[in-house]
């Protein structure tokens, strides 16, 4: 803290710089909650929204279809290494927009961190527009994407979907 000359505070003369503004950031966030955040390079919703999504409200969520698409976009650490992340990122924003064209009509698109993104499909054709989805992003395309999908079982809390997406990713189905 910077004092006047009078021993008080001086809003004025606030010290300045990257610390200082990441310290204020993250006073500010902290303190105000502004709903969940977007990640930063996709714009795409980040993986907070997609867990208030699934455990907001547990009983509508049951009394919904719920799918959903995990996609991995494929080859992105051996762009990183060969190219550099900026190549890597604009690979990541590219697949991202092709979710986006994938899914237009998902209730949530998101990026789960690193190279996964995840398109939640709600109502009584959530199952049907999740394997079209994953189907279509599956396609051999730029960028090139895996795609697995799973639907909530009925009485299953939201929240076993991922360990049942990630499954199915493992598979490969």
Not at 2 to 19: C, F, K, T
Not at 95 to 107: G, I, K, M, N, V
Not at 116 to 137: D, K
Request: hydrophobic letters at 45%.
């Amino acid at each position: 803290m910077i004092l006047s000359s009078a021993g008080h505070r001086d809003p004025s003369r606030r010290p300045q710089g990257p610390a200082c503004f990441r310290r204020r950031t993250v006073v500010h966030a902290c303190h105000h909650d502004h709903g969940p955040a977007l990640d930063p390079l996709t714009g795409l919703s980040a993986r907070d929204a997609l867990e208030a999504l699934l455990t907001l409200d547990a009983k509508a969520a049951a009394a919904s279809s719920i799918a959903c698409v995990l996609v991995d976009l494929v080859g992105l650490k051996q762009t990183n290494i060969l190219h550099g992340f900026t190549a890597g990122d604009a690979l990541l924003r590219r697949a991202a927009e092709r979710l986006r064209s994938l899914a237009p009509d998902a209730r949530l698109l998101a990026r789960l961190g690193g190279d996964e993104l995840v398109a939640v499909f709600v109502g009584p054709t959530a199952a049907a527009r999740a394997a079209e989805t994953s189907a279509a992003a599956a396609a051999p395309e730029t960028p090139p994407l895996r795609a697995a999908w799973t639907e909530l079982e009925e009485g299953e809390p939201p929240t076993e979907l991922f360990d049942r997406l990630y499954a199915a990713s493992r598979r490969g189905d």
